[in-house]
């Protein structure tokens, strides 16, 4: 009946990607290129595996979840402060970008619809390298940090919009007939990429006005409503700038008018029914996950109705959930399986990889690693630092956004699917994201030694970035806090009393229902993820008390506050808990049944009962 | 894509209405599948992969939740009682599988899948009523682990047995070197992987690793997948790593097992009139044995007969090993489609009435109307001596002993109740006047002379259980020991004074804080 195919396929597949990165991460090789090289390695090299209908699917879904995460994040507040530059610095970055690419392409030869891909590819930078690589250094909220991922959060936007566009022009070559229409396509697309920055620096701009109101669902509304009237623009210029097409026009008016209904369906979803409906599932965990993928798989499916990208859809989906104020809890609970889906996206993106079409074009190859490795760079430490910002952060964001991201192997393949662009120029840009972000994994992890290197140099006057002294981030970071976790009534009276004793307290629960009355520093999600315990500063906390009565929760604490040497306080609700408990080297022991017995001890003599 | 989009409405659609009707979500998953699979929209293949990975992915988790540890003071009842009602119920159920007419190797898959319980079932409902902790909580789970290891080792037996005793041989050999492997992860690579709880992504990947190689390694064995995927689960089941493990296959597990109850539902289909009266009959042996032979053994096992009636009724339903195992008998064609609908028609059946048997009410009404005689168990030590103005313990325990020193050195006239028998034997030894039996038993407690004692203090774990007591023990002043302020004004309702000991603990908590913190800074 079955032939367990799957099975041997993701084995190969988990097990050589598992080998991978525990191999290269001796040199410091970042997991995504590790997948990749696992892919060549089972694919192109061995030919162990070819990508099978099932993991194709898997993959699919993978990517749509990714996108699905990044939209949940759209409300994090990383990009707090830095709404100007991110917006500013990066519709110039891809304009800039993206003009050097086509410069590039056209040098080359490659045909208009050739270069539009090969410019958007290399404008886009990966958030997922950038997030990971900074999220290891713990610099994710430093200045360069937010200015970067404010960056490629616009950067986000742009590739949903160009998804869109080739959604779009998809649907036209799919029953166009010959090269012409193909040419008009990208006409309208080259036409498209002006007017669309411009709206684009509109939704980046509702996007940061939201910030303030992050809790409101009008974020939403608002963000949608710019995409909605940037997509209305750009469907216009699509208009004028093809009139001899009125296939196209239609397909991409049919596009962006659906990224338009969806993003408002979204909006008015995000304001009037998610948050009831998720907060009558509330109480129970698991159906708030499997509930809210079933709501991304609703943007998926109406996504492909309308021709739009899968991808589109999970964004959107994304978006509307990440108003709602346990989106984080939720984003924990999705990660892992982005994970999962990532590294088999990953392994078969280096499956499908030709190398050898690639060394064909290698001054190809070259040319685009060189615009991404120095010209992208180049062109952030020429913006930013005119925005205000010292020669520093602008040097190390700038650092930071040199790769090519993923969104540039799914733009090439979407083209590559409607033939837009030939295998070989695919296999050229797979193989230059490839090269930029392994080497962007070096430049990251190495990047304050560059930027000492290019100060000494003056390389950063060149670019008249001064070296005033970096603004003084402020330091909101808890330190010397006590953090609590478990809102039940020890934990409430423990938050109390030592809030009376004017200890900074940060209470923990994975019950938003249990924090709502709570006054001072409060943090929604389970201790047993590791991100929610490192969020609290644990390593920083004078104690860190639990008042669970989760076994498995309270032990692994326990080990955790012990490896970091953090002193803690353990709920020992069973006395049978106790002698694991102090095994792991628990600091203190809260045994409340004895407390409890010993309070009626006390109460037995106090009141002389027992004469 | 539409594939997936469609299972996954399903099952949030299943997920939904498990949550309204407080219903575990398996049975209402596989209810939702058994209706798609009429309107025949999904995609053969996909349901196949599905129903390969998700099964991958339940027994690993199952692996790694297989902790002996939880058992702990238990274990030897646990394995008594787990041991005894395993081979009880195969045998009854395979005599009740051939009365119905079935042939020997579709009886011996029904009888063994009889046999599970639902570790998923039943310790949701333990978490959810807090009693993984009491006596009986313990043992029952310590029943389930070792039903899901007699499973799981006999079904490579049981799927060769056509093939005669020599594959039989080799097949313990098989297992033999792959239990030895997972020994070894278990011990070195383990601890080895601990490392990387910084880095979920390669955390995530290894654990992954470690299943498929398992996986591939049973596959190259001759063994059932499912024997490398539950294999990989326990050699990772060590502490930390579990816990670690926990949070980011949490995710995954539950996003494929969704999605695997409802392929299996759809594989179930619309089961006939004949099918639905075996799984009806099959669902009474479950329902009407399991219970008071569970009850029998745990009472002799020294329970009290309480935890006994609780433990039985709550391992008295059939288990998602029970439908993997049905799922497995089917992809081999070692069994009819028949057999395995009525399979799963009953762990749906009895998966459905488990929450309603565990209620309070239904243990209550037993406790009333068991048979009497069949344990005597209320031995008071003195019981010709009517008790009044003395100072009435329940629940000693290991928790309430500062009560009982304060008490002793006050040289007051005590009797202590207790439904351990080992705290019994420990009274009894230092001559501590005491009863065995149930606090929440009115009769029990009248014998004590509850409503003519001087003061009563009560330490019992259930604060809903001191109901009784309140009610017998009226105008006698009663301590009663509570966690939580909701119970506490629930108990002062009732007339008793709540000694809240999370507030006692929050205090304490505070004293060392100020003795060890305080002094340095």
Not at chain 1, 249 to 268: D, N
Not at chain 1, 273 to 285: A, E, I, M, T
Not at chain 2, 137 to 153: E, K, N, P, S, T
Request: net charge negative; glycine share 8%; aromatic share 6%.
């Amino acid at each position: 009946m079955t032939d367990y195919l799957i099975l041997k396929n993701l084995g190969y597949i988990l097990v050589a990607a598992a080998a991978a990165v525990l191999l290269l991460r001796l040199v410091r090789v970042p997991t995504i290129v590790a997948y990749m090289a696992a892919g060549l390695l089972l694919g192109p090299v061995t030919g162990l595996l070819t990508v099978s209908d099932s993991v194709h699917l898997l993959s699919e879904v993978g990517i749509a979840l990714l996108l699905f995460l990044v939209g949940l994040e759209l409300s994090l507040d990383h990009i707090r402060g830095v709404g100007r530059v991110a917006v500013i610095g990066g519709t110039v970055q891809i304009a800039l970008t993206a003009l050097t690419g086509w410069a590039l392409a056209a040098i080359f030869g490659l045909p208009t619809a050739e270069a539009v891909v090969v410019a958007l590819a290399v404008t886009f930078s990966s958030t997922v390298v950038v997030v990971k690589m900074l999220g290891q250094k713990g610099h994710l909220d430093a200045l360069y940090g937010r200015i970067a991922v404010g960056m490629l959060l616009v950067q986000d936007v742009a590739v949903v919009m160009a998804l869109t566009l080739f959604a779009g022009l998809g649907g036209v070559s799919a029953h166009g007939d010959d090269g012409e229409t193909d040419d008009a396509a990208a006409a309208g697309a080259d036409t498209l990429g002006g007017s669309a920055g411009q709206d684009l620096t509109e939704a980046g701009a509702a996007t940061e006005l939201a910030r303030g109101d992050m809790g409101s669902a009008d974020s939403a509304a608002r963000v949608a409503d710019s995409i909605a009237t940037a997509a209305d623009t750009v469907a216009t210029a699509a208009d004028a700038a093809a009139t001899g097409a009125s296939d196209l026009v239609i397909a991409v008016a049919t596009a962006f008018g659906g990224m338009a209904g969806l993003a408002i369906a979204a909006a008015l979803a995000a304001r009037f029914v998610l948050p009831r409906v998720f907060g009558w599932v509330l109480s129970s965990p698991n159906t708030v996950f499997i509930w809210s993928l079933a709501w991304c798989f609703v943007f998926i499916l109406a996504a492909e109705l309308m021709h739009l990208s899968v991808e589109l859809g999970a964004f959107i989906a994304g978006v509307s959930l990440a108003q709602l104020h346990y989106a984080e809890v939720l984003r924990r609970r999705v990660q892992p399986i982005v994970n999962f889906f990532l590294a088999v996206f990953f392994v078969s993106l280096g499956l499908q990889m030709r190398p050898a079409a690639a060394l064909e074009h290698w001054p190809l190859v070259l040319a685009m690693c060189a615009a991404v490795l120095l010209i992208k760079p180049a062109i952030v430490l020429a913006t930013v630092p005119r925005l205000g910002y010292a020669a520093r952060p602008a040097f190390l964001a700038s650092i930071t956004l040199a790769q090519m991201s993923e969104f540039s192997f799914i733009l090439a393949a979407l083209a590559a699917g409607s033939g837009m662009l030939r295998e070989e120029i695919l296999s050229v840009i797979t193989v230059a994201g490839f090269i930029t972000i392994g080497i962007s994994a070096y430049l990251i992890s190495g990047n304050e030694k560059l930027y000492d290197a290019a100060e000494r140099s003056g390389l950063l006057r060149l670019f008249r970035a001064t070296g005033t002294p970096e603004e003084a981030g402020e330091d909101t970071e808890l330190k010397d806090h006590i953090v609590i976790v478990g809102m039940n009534t020890l934990g409430r009276r423990l938050a109390r009393l030592f809030t009376e004793r004017g200890e900074t307290v940060l209470v923990v629960d994975s019950d938003a229902g249990k924090l709502d009355d709570l006054e001072g520093d409060t943090l929604l999600g389970t201790v047993d993820d590791l991100s929610v315990l490192e969020e609290a500063g644990y390593e920083r906390a004078r104690l860190v008390i639990s008042t669970l009565h989760i076994e498995d929760a309270n032990s692994l604490l326990a080990y955790r506050c012990v490896q970091a040497g953090v002193p803690v306080s353990i709920h020992a609700f069973d006395t049978s808990l106790i002698d694991e408990l102090r095994r792991i080297g628990v600091d203190h022991l809260i045994v409340s049944k004895h407390a409890g017995a010993r309070l009626i001890a006390r109460r037995l003599r106090e009141e002389g009962v027992l004469d | 894509m539409e594939g997936i989009a469609f299972l996954l409405f399903a099952a949030a659609f299943a997920y939904g209405v498990a949550h309204l009707f407080n219903v575990p979500v398996i049975p209402a998953l596989l209810v939702t599948g058994i209706v798609l699979a009429v309107s025949d929209t999904l995609p053969v293949e996909l349901l196949e992969d599905t129903l390969v990975l998700g099964t991958t992915m339940l027994l690993f988790v199952a692996g790694m939740e297989l902790n002996p540890k939880r058992t702990r003071a238990q274990r030897d009842a646990a394995i008594k009682v787990g041991t005894f009602q395993f081979f009880a119920l195969a045998a009854v159920g395979l005599l009740s599988a051939l009365a119905l007419g079935y042939a020997l190797v579709h009886a011996a898959y029904m009888a063994l899948a009889l046999t599970a319980s639902s570790t998923l079932v039943v310790l949701r409902l333990l978490q959810r009523r807090g009693q993984l902790f009491e006596p009986f909580g313990r043992l029952v789970l310590g029943v389930l682990l070792l039903q899901d290891l007699f499973v799981l080792l006999l079904i490579p037996l049981v799927m060769d047995i056509p093939q005669g005793p020599g594959a039989l041989l080799i097949n313990v050999v098989a297992m033999a070197a792959m239990v030895g492997l997972a020994t070894l992860v278990f011990r070195y690579a383990a601890p080895w992987m601990e490392q990387f709880d910084q880095e979920e992504e390669i955390l995530l990947l290894l654990l992954l690793a470690v299943l498929f190689v398992f996986v591939g390694m049973s596959d190259f064995l001759g063994l059932p997948l499912i024997t490398g995927a539950f294999l990989a689960g326990v050699a990772l089941s060590r502490f930390p790593l579990s816990g670690m493990a926990r949070t980011h296959l949490g995710s995954i597990s539950e996003f494929f097992s969704a999605l695997f109850f409802i392929a299996l539902g759809a594989l179930i289909g619309i089961p006939s009139a004949l099918e639905l009266v075996h799984a009806l009959a099959l669902t009474l042996v479950v329902v009407l044995v399991t219970p008071p032979l569970v009850t029998v053994i745990t009472e002799r096992a020294g329970m009290s007969s309480r935890a006994a009636i609780e433990s039985g009724l709550l391992l008295a339903q059939t288990s998602e090993i029970s439908l993997v195992l049905g799922l497995l008998g089917l992809i081999a064609g070692q069994i009819t489609e028949t057999v395995f609908t009525v399979i799963a028609i009953v762990t749906l059946l009895t998966m459905l009435l488990t929450p309603w048997m565990t209620t309070y009410r239904v243990a209550d009404w037993l406790m009333r109307h068991r048979p009497s005689g069949v344990t005597p168990q209320r031995r008071s030590v003195d019981r010709d001596r009517p008790r009044s103005g003395h100072v009435l313990v329940l629940g000693s325990g290991s928790t309430g002993m500062p009560i009982l020193e304060t008490l002793l050195a006050s040289g007051a006239d005590i009797l202590v109740i207790d439904d351990d028998p080992v705290v019994i034997d420990r009274l009894r030894d230092a001559e501590i006047s005491c009863m065995r039996g149930d606090a929440s038993d009115p009769e029990l407690l009248r014998e004590a002379g509850a409503d003519r004692a001087r003061i009563i203090t009560s330490t019992i774990r259930r604060p809903r259980d001191n109901q009784r007591l309140l009610e017998v023990a009226r105008g006698v002043p009663t301590l009663v020991r509570v966690f939580d302020e909701d119970d506490a004004d629930w108990i002062r309702e009732l007339g008793g004074t709540p000694i809240l000991a999370s507030h006692a603990a929050a205090d304490e908590v505070l004293r060392w804080f100020d003795r060890t913190f305080s002094s340095g800074a």
